[in-house]
């Protein structure tokens, strides 16, 4: 009897022992196969949470397929208390291992609410934007010019929750004293910027901070990433560039970003210039005219008076030879291609044509013939 009875106990264990492994195969397999979510969706995870609510969050937006599951797979991980606040984009399929990585690792939000705050060339704006999980794309919800437009309620309330991301985008052509003036201004930024990086140093591109970032600290990885882009357009320079240092590219490199905002102009105005230094004539642009006059702080606001253009400044092309001294902005990675790598063209001369582009001359007469137009162009412009 007792050797039966122990016999069945065997059995049920040996099933027992069957069963539980069967459920942790299962476990396991839930844990780490695609998860259920159809759409994308933004994960918040608040200051103070815990794997109990994010776990019931993601069950209840068809994230996971158990709450349960999730936090047991955190806990074998060693991650339960490792849980970040802030935004984090889950996307379809996304499987509970995945997403524990997400929530555990760190880092910068995925998605939920941004402020960019875009320093352009005549002006500061800061918009409110918010990612839509379904589609990836941003949802303008405030936008507004720093200093000058009212101050939105949303821009005000949201710059203080702890899941915004901040961000702050150059435009190609700003200065370095538009740059610097514009980190002074944004207040979430701390500190002192330090000595104004020389000009063209800076690379117009998107970078992302956060709430008390030094400011010096923005600038160098600004200049950090423009010195990366200038070695890379060197490095892949054209043997018909008309500049013999990558200091020249980059003084090239603003003009060309200051004379034109079309991106398939840049060529064609990169090689009137280079056909221009290779003849040995005068650049004769009017952009270095006027950083002569502000030094970049600023903009001009006005057109160029005719005594300006016969003023002598290390920067006016009209009176100097070859190229200025410094760059006269900030240059984007096109127009330092474009510096080493013009259009093959005989084009001498371009002048604006109405449209927001330029038309190209190989002859002083063609040139003077479109300058006639332009004229004609402003005339009309100016009595309408």
């Known amino acids: 009897m007792w ?25 396991k397999s839930q844990y780490t196969s695609q998860g259920p979510l159809e759409t994308a969706i933004c994960l918040q995870v608040r200051p103070g949470s815990n794997m109990t609510r994010v776990s019931a969050d993601l069950e209840q937006q068809g994230a996971v397929s158990s ?18 606040a802030g935004s984090f984009l889950v996307r379809p399929g996304t499987s509970m291992e995945a997403i524990l990585e997400q929530v555990t690792q760190g880092g910068a939000s995925t998605c939920g609410t941004e402020v960019v705050y875009r320093v352009g060339v005549t002006r500061l704006r800061a918009e409110v934007r918010e990612l839509d999980p ?3 794309k941003f949802v303008e919800r405030a936008d507004f010019e720093l200093g000058v437009d009212e101050t939105p309620a949303i821009f005000t309330d949201l710059k203080s929750a ?33 000595e104004r990086p020389g000009e063209g140093l800076l690379a117009p591109d998107s970078y992302e ?3 008390g970032q030094a400011r010096g600290e923005v600038l160098a990885q600004m200049e950090e990433r423009q010195a990366l882009l ?43 210039f280079t056909n221009r230094l290779n003849r040995g004539m005068r650049l004769q642009t009017d952009p ?51 510096a080493v790598n013009p259009d093959t063209t005989d ?30 162009i402003e005339a009309q412009r100016n009595n309408n």
Not at 15 to 22: N, S, T
Not at 67 to 84: C, H, T, V
Request: charged content about 20%; proline content about 4%.
């Open 67 to 84: 709450g349960a599951i999730f936090r047991l797979g955190a806990k074998y991980a060693e991650k339960s208390s490792q849980l970040k």
């Open 134 to 136: 379904a589609t990836g």
């Open 3 to 27: 050797r039966s009875l122990a016999s069945n106990m065997l059995t049920v264990l040996v099933v027992a022992l069957f069963l539980l492994g069967g459920v942790i195969l299962w476990g």
């Open 230 to 272: 200038v070695a890379a357009a060197w490095e892949n320079r054209s043997p018909e560039a008309a500049v013999q240092s990558p200091e020249e590219m980059l003084i090239l490199a603003s003009i060309i970003e200051k004379e034109t905002g079309i991106a398939a102009e840049r060529g064609q105005v990169a090689s009137v």
């Open 347 to 376: 084009f001498l001369f371009f002048v604006a044509d109405g449209t927001g582009g330029h038309a190209f001359a190989a002859t002083l007469q063609e040139h003077n013939r479109n300058v006639v137009k332009w004229r004609e």
């Open 209 to 211: 901070i956060i709430s």
């Open 288 to 338: 270095t005219v006027i950083y002569g006059v502000t030094k970049g702080e600023g903009v001009l606001g006005r057109g160029l008076r005719q005594s300006e253009l016969r003023k002598v400044t290390p920067w006016n092309t009209y009176v100097i030879e070859g190229l200025p001294p410094t760059p006269i902005a900030n240059p984007g990675r096109a127009s330092l291609a474009a």
């Open 162 to 194: 702890s899941d915004t991301r901040f961000r702050v985008a150059l435009a190609e052509g700003v200065t370095s004293w538009q740059v610097v003036d514009a980190l002074k201004r944004i207040d979430i930024l701390a500190g002192d910027p330090g």
